[in-house]
C-alpha cells in the first residue's frame, strides 16, 4: 500500500509536500490512469460509469450484488497523502490478497473510486457517490462550473473518464469504506480502530456581498459600504455561533475573495464560503437560520447587499448497524478487543451510499489530528491494521 499511495503522492506534488490531484484535472487523470492499472493486474473486471465512477469488480462463486468498498482519490489542492486514497489502495490490496490465496467468496466484490468527494473544484461534494446512489441528476452533475469557468461534463470527456457505465447500475449488497480519521479523536486516545456509526449534516453557502469602492484614505468611517467589513463580521459571527451553540457545531469561512482587493481601495465585493455541520440536523437548520438574519441585520446596517447561493445540504446520517456489528467482531477477533464507535466530522462517500445500501465506515488515526493538510500521517501499522479488519469485514459479508 505504501508504494502505491507514494505514487498516488508524487503526482503534481507540492513544494511543501502537499497532493493536489483538483477532481477532472490532469493530475487526477493521472492518478485515475494508475488506479485503473492497479485494478487491472488485481484481475478486477473495470468498468466507468458516466459520472466518471471508476468500479472494479471482482466475481464470487455466486452472481448477484458486490460487496463494495472505496473512496475517492481527488483531492484538496493542499491535501495529504491518506485523504481518500488510502481507502481506494486498501480495497485492492484485499483483492489482491484474496487473489494471492485463491480465496473466492459467495458475492461479488467490487472497488470504487467516486468522482469529485471534495467538492472544492466542482460542487458539491460527494458528486461521483450522490450520483451514483441518485441523490443528484446526472445532468445537473455533468454541467456543474468551476470557479475556473470549467464545465464538469467536458473536463470529464477531457480526461478521457465520460465512461458508458449508467450511474448505480451495479446496486451493492453492502458498502463499507476505509478512511483516516481526519481528526484528533483516535490519535489522542491512543487508539487504532474504530467504527464511524454516524456522520455529521453539512451545509455549504456562498455569500456575496457587495458594498462600495472607495478611496481607502479620503472616505470617513461613516459613509462607507466595505464588503470586506462584512466578510469579517460574517467570519468572526460564525465563529461565535459555534462555540455558543457547543454540541458538536463547527463552522468554517475557508474561502474568502475580495474585489478589487487592493491595500488603498475599499472593497466593493467579498465574495465567501460558509461550511457549517451538525451531527444534529435540527440545530444545523438553526445555525443556518441564525445566519440568514445575520445576514439581513448587517446588509442594512452597513449598507450592503448580500446574496447567499447553496451549494450543499446534506443531512446526518447513520450507518447500519449489522454492518458496524461486523466490523466491532472482526477488529475484535483480530486482537483490537472492543474498538471506539465515532461519529464523523467529514463528509464520505459512505454517507451518499447508505441511501442505496447498508453502509458503514472504518477509521484508522491521523497523527495530531491533521488532515487536508501535507503533514497528513497514519503510521504504516495502521493502516496495515485498517486494511486487515477491511479484508475480513468484505469477507465475512460476501460469505454471510
Ligand atoms: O468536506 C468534507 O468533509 C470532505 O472532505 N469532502
Ligand atoms: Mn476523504
Ligand atoms: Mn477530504
Redesign the pocket.
Known amino acids: 500500500m505504501q508504494t502505491e499511495l507514494e505514487e498516488l503522492a508524487a503526482i503534481n506534488r507540492g513544494a511543501d509536500g502537499s497532493c493536489c490531484r483538483l477532481a477532472l484535472t490532469d493530475a487526477d487523470r493521472r492518478g485515475r490512469d494508475l488506479v485503473v492499472s492497479w485494478m487491472r493486474n488485481a484481475e478486477l473486471d473495470v468498468n466507468i460509469d458516466r459520472i466518471g465512477n471508476i468500479i472494479g469488480t471482482r466475481a464470487g462463486t455466486q452472481s448477484g450484488p458486490p460487496v463494495m468498498t472505496g473512496s475517492?482519490i481527488d483531492t484538496?489542492a493542499t491535501g495529504g497523502r491518506y485523504?481518500?486514497a488510502y481507502g481506494v489502495v486498501a480495497g485492492i490490496e484485499v483483492v489482491r490478497a484474496l487473489n494471492a490465496r485463491k480465496v473466492l467468496t459467495k458475492r461479488p466484490l467490487a472497488v470504487v473510486v467516486f468522482t469529485n468527494?471534495?467538492?472544492?473544484r466542482f460542487a458539491p461534494?460527494?458528486m461521483g457517490s450522490l450520483v451514483y446512489a441518485g441523490g443528484l441528476l446526472l445532468e445537473d452533475a455533468l454541467q456543474a462550473v468551476s470557479e475556473d469557468g470549467a464545465v464538469l461534463g467536458e473536463e470529464l470527456a477531457r480526461i478521457g473518464y465520460a465512461g458508458s457505465k449508467r450511474c448505480g447500475e451495479i446496486r451493492p449488497h453492502a458498502f463499507v469504506e476505509l478512511h483516516i480519521e481526519?481528526g484528533p479523536v483516535l490519535d489522542r486516545a491512543n487508539e487504532v480502530l474504530a467504527v464511524v456509526q454516524d456522520l455529521q449534516g453539512?451545509s455549504?453557502q456562498e455569500v456575496n456581498i457587495r458594498g462600495v469602492s472607495n478611496h481607502a484614505g479620503t472616505t470617513p468611517m461613516n459613509l462607507r459600504h466595505d464588503a470586506a467589513y462584512g466578510a469579517g463580521m460574517v467570519t468572526v459571527f460564525v465563529r461565535k455561533l459555534a462555540q455558543r451553540m457547543g454540541g458538536s457545531q463547527v463552522a468554517t469561512i475557508g474561502s474568502v475573495r475580495l474585489v478589487p482587493n487592493l491595500v488603498n481601495v475599499i472593497a466593493r465585493e467579498a465574495k465567501l464560503t460558509v461550511?457549517l455541520?451538525n451531527s444534529d440536523d435540527a440545530a444545523l437548520s438553526a445555525a443556518e437560520q441564525e445566519l440568514e438574519a445575520f445576514l439581513v441585520e448587517i446588509a442594512d446596517a452597513e449598507g450592503l447587499i448580500i446574496e447567499t447561493k447553496r451549494l450543499v445540504r446534506t443531512q446526518p446520517v447513520r450507518f447500519d448497524d449489522r454492518i458496524l456489528e461486523t466490523i466491532e467482531q472482526v477488529a475484535a477477533k483480530l486482537g483490537h478487543g472492543e474498538i471506539r464507535r465515532m461519529t464523523?466530522?467529514?463528509?464520505?462517500d459512505a454517507q451518499m451510499m447508505a441511501r442505496i445500501c447498508p453502509a458503514a465506515m472504518i477509521f484508522v488515526p491521523s497523527v495530531n489530528g491533521i488532515?487536508?493538510n501535507p503533514k497528513e500521517f497514519t503510521l504504516p501499522r495502521h493502516l496495515e491494521d485498517g486494511a486487515n479488519v477491511l479484508l475480513h469485514a468484505m469477507k465475512r459479508i460476501a460469505n454471510e
Open positions: 475517492h484538496v485523504d481518500g468527494e471534495e467538492g472544492v461534494d460527494m481526519q453539512i455549504w461550511d455541520r464523523s466530522g467529514a463528509g464520505h488532515s487536508h
